[in-house]
């Protein structure tokens, strides 16, 4: 069974990059034809998908975070990593990496625990 995990710093300040990296184990990044990604959750807009990188490298953004996003892998320690850059206080949430079946509809079968990340200086 695969299991996700995500790490990174829990502060983070303003206008400074985000990195997270989620670590999968029990399965391969590079499976076909699964895509890896990342969403965040907060009280006021609830689950938001952010992007994805597929099996084979490909990359999908969401349009509103496309500008400060980009999602890369570590094929050979079966991770991938989130950087979102120039933060503010409104990319405070709890985020989440997941196997994704499918884009655009997203089937996600696998989660992370979820890790909060707090912009504030």
């Known amino acids: 069974q695969v299991q996700l995990q995500e790490s990174g710093p829990g502060l983070v300040k303003p206008s400074q990059t985000l990195s997270l990296t989620c670590t999968v184990s029990?399965?391969?990044?590079?499976?076909?034809?699964?895509?890896w990604s990342w969403i965040r959750q907060t009280p006021e807009k609830g689950l938001q998908w952010m992007g994805s990188?597929?099996?084979?490298?490909?990359?999908y953004y969401s349009p509103s975070l496309k500008s400060r996003s980009s999602i890369s892998r570590d094929t050979s320690n079966n991770q991938f990593t989130l950087q979102l850059t120039s933060v503010t206080p409104e990319d405070t949430a709890v985020y989440y990496c997941?196997?994704?079946?499918?884009?655009?509809?997203?089937?996600?079968?696998?989660w992370g625990q979820g890790t909060q990340v707090t912009v504030s200086s």
């Open positions: 997941a196997r994704d079946r499918g884009l655009p509809d997203h089937e996600y079968d696998s």
């Open positions: 029990g399965g391969s990044i590079t499976t076909n034809y699964y895509y």
């Open positions: 990188i597929s099996y084979d490298g490909a990359t």
